[in-house]
């Protein structure tokens, strides 16, 4: 019962964000957008795609973090988003059993 | 023949004078409710809807079979009805069944709350489900889609003029209903269980929808999203599925099949969930095995999103990977077996009770063992070539969703019915029915085995007379199914007003559902119950059933 208190008390504390990190956070991510925008315009090879999607991943991590308060929240919170992310890496990693090893151009 | 039904004297008995049902009255106040227990009877009538329609579309398509050629229906119109069928019947039937009405109803019941987490979120899924449900019925009156449930590409990209998009967007605000509420009951289980009422303690119906609903908030997004390419494909040429630019159809299968494998789960799970409650209650025992059942709720969930490639065996998808898939599939018939033999294990030396519930928990049992088990043959790589996509792999899934899934929703329906309503519906009448329904369904769906076997493909409106024989079988197993569902539409509503008063609890069962009034309180309990006791424990029921003599005495 203790433990449950406790626990409940834990999620009720409201962490404040200071406005200073909203600011820093959003800058971050026009700095990232417009470095999108900008890579695009060198043609990399197969690196394209790799750099467009990383700066991607970093940006929907910038916005999970600290835009949906996940970096202050509770361990329950964190594992819930790591769900989520462990049924995509799932989706990912078995369809590309796949893709790696197709008959490609033999039907 | 014994029975464990205890009843009130009828003669003095009243229902309650204050209950969910008669708090307040009026359209506004079941439109505008919070209360779970009116927004699980809202479910209840909608989905009886829409069950009606897609039982009179699957009338049709037996008619249509009863003779070899395409006679009573043009072809494309024959495509269009089993389709509907099939929409109809997977995201506005069997996946709202058993969680948005019974789940949405006991969950918090169960756990010893007054509501769920999220009351207002909870009407709001019922909202996104009408409004699902009236996008999937303006395709119909508009023309129809038959593109089959599946939506495969190429086909409902490029090459069919009937309405995909409205049926996709009907079934993407079907799927954020269900999302709505498996995020409702994740929270209440988590946050919301009464003291004393320990993860261990939970009624396996509670585990089995816990897992249902971790399926619907990880895999539903990824149905969603998928039609959405689906829709932006037809529209805007996108590409992601068209091989002249660079994408692949096949990519939609992985895509469709990875919500739509789980899905499966999430039309079952709930399904299990009921059984483990009507055997504990009918055999007088606690569930053998408790904590093996309640895992292998989970583990069914956690398995269920690994094989999603068996659906995709003779598409031309890698030997390798159709090697690795074939393998994890076999893996999910460990944890439905553990729940098959448990429940057997709990029957056995039991003090068993032959009531209505129980006997579409019997034909459950028996049912879903062979759907089960004929999943086996087609997760066998070679024999699925040989089987899919004939009758075989029909008769498979509606051995599982309709000899499974449909006869545990009806256990359900019954065996709550008197929580729901206060009353008892009639015994030897829904007995027959059970029979009749067990019958009929062994009469349509056995033969397509064999039909299947012999190689008779699904899909088609004609076949050749070779195949009339277990055709005509199947189509009069149909009619006898028909009665059978057509009677409780009957005498449940007929209960509401002549039914015997149930009383708090009429089959001695030992839920925190049964220890208050039938129909409950609009806020459940006056008092938030303390769980002092484990559950299932038939002994902790007979001393405060002893206890409460005594002191009247």
């Not at chain 2, 583990?299 to 990977?321: D, K, P, R, T």
Request: contains cysteine; charged residues 10%; neutral net charge.
């Amino acid at each position: 019962m203790t433990e449950k208190t406790q626990s409940t008390h834990q999620d009720a504390e409201v962490h404040v964000v200071k406005p200073p990190v909203y600011l820093a956070i959003f800058f971050a991510l026009l700095v990232l957008t417009a470095l999108t925008t900008g890579i695009s315009f060198i043609d990399l090879g197969v690196f394209n795609a790799v750099i467009a999607l990383a700066i991607a991943c970093l940006k929907a991590s910038l916005v999970v973090l600290f835009f949906m308060h996940i970096h202050y929240s509770s361990r329950l919170l964190k594992l819930t988003v790591a769900a989520g992310l462990f049924t995509f890496m799932l989706l990912i990693s078995l369809t590309m059993t796949d893709y790696i090893s197709r008959a490609w151009g033999m039907f | 023949m014994s029975t464990i039904v205890s009843l009130p004297d009828q003669s003095t008995a009243k229902l309650p004078a204050k209950s969910y049902l008669n708090q307040e009255y009026g359209l506004k106040s079941w439109l505008l409710t919070g209360d779970h227990k009116r927004i699980a009877m809202l479910y209840l009538f909608s989905i009886t809807f829409f069950f009606v329609i897609g039982g009179v579309l699957a009338g049709l398509i037996r008619l249509e079979l009863l003779t070899p050629p395409a006679d009573l229906m043009a072809t494309d119109t024959y495509n269009k009805v089993f389709s509907m069928h099939g929409i109809i019947m997977i995201f506005l039937f069997l996946v709202p069944s058993v969680p948005a009405t019974i789940g949405n109803f006991l969950i918090p019941l169960m756990v010893g709350a007054r509501d769920l987490a999220f009351p207002k979120i909870n009407l709001l899924s019922w909202y996104l489900y009408m409004g699902g449900g009236l996008l999937v019925l303006a395709t119909m009156v508009l023309g129809g889609v038959d593109t089959g449930w599946t939506f495969t590409t190429p086909l409902s990209t490029h090459y069919l003029n009937t309405h995909v998009v409205t049926a996709a967007m009907g079934i993407f605000l079907a799927g954020f209903s269900s999302i709505f509420t498996g995020l409702n009951f994740i929270v209440t289980i988590h946050r919301m269980r009464c003291p004393g009422m320990t993860w261990f303690r939970l009624p396996l119906f509670v585990w089995g929808h816990y897992a249902t609903s971790i399926i619907m908030i990880l895999g539903t997004p990824v149905l969603a999203i998928t039609l959405v390419l689906v829709a932006l494909e037809r529209t805007m040429n996108i590409g992601v599925f068209d091989p002249s630019k660079g994408g692949d159809p096949l990519l939609f299968q992985h895509l469709f099949w990875f919500y739509s494998h789980p899905a499966v789960y999430i039309m079952i799970l709930p399904g299990m969930a009921v059984i483990s409650e009507v055997i504990s209650t009918f055999s007088r025992k606690r569930v053998f095995g408790y904590t093996a059942v309640a895992f292998s709720s989970v583990a069914i969930a956690v398995f269920g999103f690994l094989v999603w490639e068996h659906h995709m065996f003779i598409m031309g998808v890698s030997q390798y990977s159709a090697l690795v898939f074939s393998l994890l599939t076999m893996l999910v018939a460990v944890p439905s077996a553990i729940k098959i033999f448990n429940w057997s294990m709990t029957l056995y030396k039991g003090s068993i009770t032959f009531e209505t519930p129980m006997l579409y928990a019997f034909g459950f049992i028996g049912l879903f063992t062979i759907g089960g088990l004929t999943g086996i043959f087609l997760a066998t790589l070679g024999m699925d070539v040989h089987l899919t996509e004939t009758y075989f792999i029909v008769a498979h899934f509606h051995f599982v969703m309709v000899g499974g899934m449909l006869m545990a929703y009806l256990a359900g329906v019954h065996f709550w019915w008197p929580k729901m309503t206060g009353r008892m519906y009639p015994e030897a009448i829904s007995k027959t029915a059970a029979v009749i329904t067990f019958i009929g369904f062994i009469v349509t769906f056995f033969p397509q085995f064999i039909l299947g076997y012999l190689g008779m493909p699904r899909r088609y409106a004609a076949y050749p007379a070779d195949f009339q024989v277990l055709n005509v079988f199947s189509t009069a197993g149909a009619s006898i199914l028909g009665i059978g569902y057509l009677l409780p539409m009957l005498y449940l509503p007929w209960s509401l007003k002549y039914g015997e008063i149930a009383g708090d609890n009429p089959w001695q069962a030992t839920g925190l559902e049964w220890q208050i009034q039938s129909p409950p309180l609009t806020e459940n309990f006056s008092e938030i119950p303390i769980m002092d006791h484990e559950a299932y424990d038939y002994e902790w029921l007979a001393n405060k059933t002893h206890h409460e003599v005594q002191t009247v005495g």
